[in-house]
T-cell receptor, first 114, second 115 residues
Framework: AQTVTQSQPEMSVQEAETVTLSCTYDTSESDYYLFWYKQPPSRQMILVIR??????QNATENRFSVNFQKAAKSFSLKISDSQLGDAAMYFCAYRWAYGNKLVFGAGTILRVKS | GAGVSQSPRYKVAKRGQDVALRCDPISGHVSLFWYQQALGQGPEFLTY????????KSGLPSDRFFAERPEGSVSTLKIQRTQQEDSAVYLC?????????????FGQGTRLTVV
């Protein structure tokens, strides 16, 4: 069974600084997708960034980028120029390429200090 | 609709009551998912529909949980004889298809509290 581990229950960052959230996963599959979701207090999960396992190039979306290390099964999220609106719970998630369900980690609470 | 809509947003049930949670997916979305999110945890998969067909119900925790999507659009998650451990946020998500890195769009969830 696939598992996703987020070892940082909580992180803090100063506004305008950079923060990295960690995620590791375990799978025996070679084709899969990885995602980072943001969940603000409204509870609605919002997709931040996604990565295809077959792509070596790390995904980037504006201030958000990932460091995908397939051999190490690591998928960290870097947030640059942190903003107050980035404060939320962040979830790392995995989906097998031929499956349907997302497998989530336990989440990391990100606090942004002004 | 503009997004995935779930109702009610909050539900308090007495232990032993039956509850029904509704999900209105984005119009035209073929795939629909239910997840259960306990307090302080990540969502856990409950069940998956492709149109009206329930293709995966491996995550349903007991036979007290039942989901349906009879016309391939609106879905209802029913919990019979609720117990305290059923207290959680129930999230619904939909996607156009479920291939590749297709994005799943989530609703705001229903927070169920069993007292």
């Amino acid at each position: 069974a696939q598992t996703v581990t987020q070892s940082q229950p909580e992180m803090s960052v100063q506004e305008a600084e950079t923060v990295t959230l960690s995620c590791t996963y375990d799978t025996s599959e070679s084709d899969y997708y990885l995602f980072w979701y943001k969940q603000p207090p409204s509870r609605q999960m919002i997709l931040v960034i996604r990565q295809e396992a077959y792509k070596q190039q790390n995904a980037t979306e504006n201030r958000f980028s990932v460091n995908f290390q397939k051999a190490a099964k690591s998928f960290s999220l870097k947030i640059s120029d942190s903003q107050l609106g980035d404060a939320a719970m962040y979830f790392c998630a995995y989906r097998w390429a031929y499956g349907n369900k997302l497998v989530f980690g336990a989440g990391t609470i990100l606090r942004v200090k002004s | 609709g503009a997004g995935v809509s779930q109702s009610p947003r909050y539900k308090v049930a007495k232990r032993g009551q039956d509850v029904a949670l509704r999900c209105d997916p984005i119009s035209g979305h073929v795939s629909l998912f239910w997840y259960q999110q306990a307090l302080g945890q990540g969502p856990e998969f409950l069940t998956y529909f492709q149109n009206e067909a329930q293709l995966d119900k491996s995550g349903l925790p007991s036979d007290r949980f039942f989901a349906e999507r009879p016309e391939g659009s609106v879905s209802t998650l029913k919990i019979q004889r609720t117990q305290q451990e059923d207290s959680a946020v129930y999230l619904c998500a939909s996607s156009l298809i479920i291939q590749g890195n297709t994005e799943a769009f989530f609703g705001q969830g229903t927070r169920l509290t069993v007292v």
